[in-house]
């Protein structure tokens, strides 16, 4: 059985951990319900961060006295037992709304499923599973993890608390005593004082640890969630606890990329960082590492600055794009860019291209490659030509169709350049060749906010900008064969959000049997998908949305 709920505890200084456990809980337990009690500055901060979590969580901001305070600071002010106490009250304030909960310290991360719980017992601890001489000094079972269906848990928690030898976690054996109760199995709450503090020697207890199905198992069951502050490997001036905690962290990060679990891994680098880095290579760069920095990378600009906990990094050790350290972010048009670098990442999101051509030899490889969003030449612009102008309707757009584009290289003249006769049937129908362009970006992306439909023709990657500029003012586009329109991570819709067409007189029988009323519906389909996906308001959670919970 499952937890019917969660609940955890955390202040200012933890919050990032807690971002951490709620973010797994999103994976491993999608939707579920989970109590949080934090100061205002704890949840200020993570309803501000990215993504939006997939959890119904009810705050209780009940920690502002603790706010600021550490260990040390608690203890000498008397306070510490009172805090720890917390979990207590996290936990009865769950049972005033769930059958059960299973409170979880937010230095917790799940890998997996929790899905033993024994709801015939009345209460379920995590052993320390470490020697007797530390036992009596810490306890038996772990403050950090306790489920319970009893109400009157809270204040027998509270009262064995007052006379146990070592705050919560030696009263949990008061507790033992007075409940039913069933044990987690050590592939539970695995930790670093499970190596350093058992009567097993620690290379023993690493060697339980294996691979199995792709993913960590210990003594051949799934690891099902690990128990450490990973940023305690980034001290300078490291204690010998940070550095054991440092040594198992690094036992941990060395499983999870033997399994290439990049998600688990980029959550993990956020702890560290405080916020999701993206590497963005340095320019100028030599051929054909060189860019404008315009396209994805000009989006990218406008994504940190809407986004608090989104860093842009410059990084001039690889002329790709990454998210942590693992996840390939591939905003170049064709394979042109495929190197031993793009090998070696866990996960791929291709930008332009087809996952099924592009991608084919590389998913050979076993490399995780998912679509992606593509987006406009200039964001910038069409952005604040949005903000300034909006979209127009039916009656308001003075051109019935449109292309505008034109051909600098041999395969874009292939496709824009060919025997098919667009001129006969487009309104306006402007195909250059050469870098000199006939509009500016401002005239081009506002010929497209005032036409009803727009031609949409391939160019050196299979995907242009073109198609995503005109879903951006509700410009409904006709999409030639050789145009990858499905291969997004939100695929647009035939007839929903674009039409396909195969030459002139395909394109006008279609384009006269919609309505206006239907050319209204599919206008605002494209606007709200491209709001939805590509806009710099909402694409970074999105994208989040993609890693995380649809991979």
Same mark, same amino acid.
């Given at each position: 059985?499952?937890?019917?709920?969660?609940?955890?505890?955390?202040?200012?200084?933890?919050?990032?951990?807690?971002?951490?456990?709620?973010?797994?809980?999103?994976?491993?337990?999608?939707?579920?319900?989970?109590?949080?009690?934090?100061?205002?500055?704890?949840? +200020?901060?993570?309803?501000?961060?990215?993504?939006?979590?997939?959890?119904?969580?009810?705050?209780?901001?009940?920690?502002?006295?603790?706010?600021?305070?550490?260990?040390?600071?608690?203890?000498?002010?008397?306070?510490?037992?009172?805090?720890?106490?917390?979990?207590?009250?996290?936990?009865?304030?769950?049972?005033?709304?769930?059958?059960?909960?299973?409170?979880?310290?937010?230095?917790?991360?799940?890998?997996?499923?929790?899905?033993?719980?024994?709801?015939?017992?009345?209460?379920?601890?995590?052993?320390?599973?470490?020697?007797?001489?530390?036992?009596?000094?810490?306890?038996?079972?772990?403050?950090?993890?306790?489920?319970?269906?009893?109400?009157?848990?809270?204040?027998?928690?509270?009262?064995?608390?007052?006379?146990?030898?070592?705050?919560?976690?030696?009263?949990?054996?008061?507790?033992?005593?007075?409940?039913?109760?069933?044990?987690?199995?050590?592939?539970?709450?695995?930790?670093?004082?499970?190596?350093?503090?058992?009567?097993?020697?620690?290379?023993?207890?690493?060697?339980?640890?294996?691979? #199995?199905?792709?993913?960590?198992?210990?003594?051949?069951?799934?690891?099902?969630?690990?128990?450490?502050?990973?940023?305690?490997? =980034?001290?300078?001036?490291?204690?010998?606890?940070?550095?054991?905690?440092?040594?198992?962290?690094?036992?941990?990060?060395?499983?999870?990329?033997?399994?290439?679990?990049?998600?688990?891994?980029?959550?993990?680098?956020?702890?560290?960082?405080?916020?999701?880095?993206?590497?963005?290579?340095?320019?100028?760069? =030599?051929?054909?590492?060189?860019?404008?920095?315009?396209?994805?990378? +000009?989006?990218?600009?406008?994504?940190?600055?809407?986004?608090?906990?989104?860093?842009?990094?410059?990084? !001039?050790?690889?002329?790709?794009?990454?998210?942590?350290?693992?996840?390939?972010?591939?905003?170049?048009?064709?394979?042109?860019?495929?190197?031993?670098?793009?090998?070696?990442?866990?996960?791929?999101?291709?930008?332009?291209?087809?996952?099924?051509?592009?991608?084919?030899?590389?998913?050979?490889?076993?490399?995780?490659?998912?679509?992606?969003?593509?987006?406009?030449?200039?964001?910038?612009?069409?952005?604040?030509?949005?903000?300034?102008?909006?979209?127009?309707?039916?009656? !308001?757009?003075?051109?019935? !169709?449109?292309?505008?584009?034109?051909? +600098?290289?041999?395969? #874009?003249?292939?496709?824009?350049?060919?025997?098919?006769?667009?001129?006969?049937?487009?309104?306006?129908?402007?195909?250059?060749?050469?870098?000199?362009?006939?509009?500016?970006?401002?005239?081009?992306?506002?010929?497209?906010?005032?036409?009803?439909?727009?031609?949409?023709?391939?160019?050196?990657?299979?995907?242009?900008?073109?198609?995503?500029?005109?879903?951006?003012?509700?410009?409904?586009?006709?999409?030639?064969?050789?145009?990858?329109?499905? !291969?997004?991570?939100?695929?647009?819709?035939?007839?929903?959000?674009?039409?396909?067409?195969?030459?002139?007189?395909?394109?006008?029988?279609?384009?006269?049997?919609?309505?206006?009323? +239907?050319?209204?519906?599919?206008?605002?389909?494209?606007?709200?998908?491209?709001?939805?996906?590509?806009?710099?308001?909402?694409?970074?959670?999105?994208?989040?949305?993609?890693?995380?919970?649809?991979?």
């Amino acid at each position: 059985m499952k937890p019917s709920s969660f609940c955890s505890i955390a202040t200012f200084g933890r919050h990032d951990e807690l971002f951490g456990l709620l973010l797994t809980l999103s994976i491993h337990h999608r939707n579920c319900r989970v109590y949080c009690a934090v100061d205002t500055i704890t949840k +200020e901060f993570i309803e501000e961060y990215s993504p939006k979590l997939d959890l119904e969580i009810y705050w209780t901001v009940s920690l502002d006295e603790y706010s600021g305070l550490d260990r040390d600071s608690m203890e000498k002010n008397g306070v510490w037992n009172d805090f720890l106490m917390q979990k207590a009250m996290i936990i009865d304030e769950a049972l005033k709304h769930e059958e059960d909960t299973l409170f979880l310290d937010s230095d917790i991360l799940l890998l997996d499923t929790i899905d033993n719980i024994d709801n015939s017992q009345e209460i379920g601890v995590s052993p320390h599973y470490i020697k007797d001489s530390d036992v009596s000094l810490y306890g038996y079972y772990n403050g950090g993890v306790m489920w319970t269906n009893q109400k009157s848990l809270k204040d027998d928690w509270v009262e064995f608390t007052k006379s146990s030898r070592y705050c919560d976690q030696a009263a949990i054996e008061d507790l033992v005593k007075k409940y039913d109760t069933f044990e987690f199995e050590e592939n539970y709450n695995f930790s670093w004082w499970r190596i350093t503090q058992s009567n097993v020697p620690p290379e023993k207890i690493v060697s339980n640890l294996s691979i #199995q199905d792709n993913r960590i198992h210990y003594k051949n069951k799934p690891l099902k969630f690990i128990h450490t502050h990973f940023y305690e490997q =980034d001290l300078k001036a490291p204690s010998e606890l940070s550095r054991t905690i440092a040594g198992f962290n690094d036992l941990m990060i060395q499983g999870l990329n033997a399994i290439k679990d990049y998600r688990t891994l980029l959550i993990i680098n956020r702890m560290i960082n405080g916020e999701w880095i993206i590497k963005l290579p340095k320019q100028p760069m =030599d051929y054909p590492w060189n860019h404008s920095n315009d396209s994805f990378r +000009e989006l990218l600009r406008l994504l940190e600055d809407k986004n608090s906990d989104l860093k842009i990094e410059e990084n !001039s050790e690889s002329g790709h794009l990454w998210l942590g350290d693992n996840i390939l972010l591939y905003d170049r048009p064709t394979t042109l860019w495929f190197n031993r670098e793009v090998l070696q990442s866990y996960k791929m999101l291709l930008g332009n291209g087809d996952v099924e051509e592009e991608a084919s030899h590389l998913r050979q490889n076993k490399l995780d490659v998912s679509p992606w969003i593509f987006w406009p030449r200039k964001p910038k612009v069409l952005e604040e030509i949005l903000q300034a102008d909006k979209i127009l309707n039916y009656s !308001s757009r003075d051109i019935e !169709s449109i292309f505008i584009g034109n051909y +600098e290289n041999d395969t #874009q003249k292939q496709f824009r350049n060919t025997d098919v006769d667009w001129k006969s049937f487009i309104t306006e129908f402007h195909c250059t060749s050469g870098d000199k362009h006939k509009f500016t970006q401002e005239e081009y992306l506002n010929k497209l906010r005032n036409s009803k439909y727009g031609l949409c023709l391939r160019g050196f990657g299979s995907k242009c900008h073109r198609e995503v500029e005109l879903m951006a003012f509700g410009t409904v586009p006709l999409i030639t064969p050789e145009v990858s329109i499905e !291969s997004y991570m939100d695929a647009p819709i035939e007839n929903v959000h674009y039409i396909k067409i195969s030459d002139p007189d395909d394109a006008r029988k279609k384009i006269s049997d919609i309505t206006e009323d +239907e050319w209204t519906q599919m206008s605002k389909a494209c606007y709200d998908w491209y709001q939805k996906n590509v806009h710099s308001d909402n694409c970074w959670n999105n994208t989040l949305n993609s890693l995380f919970y649809d991979s």
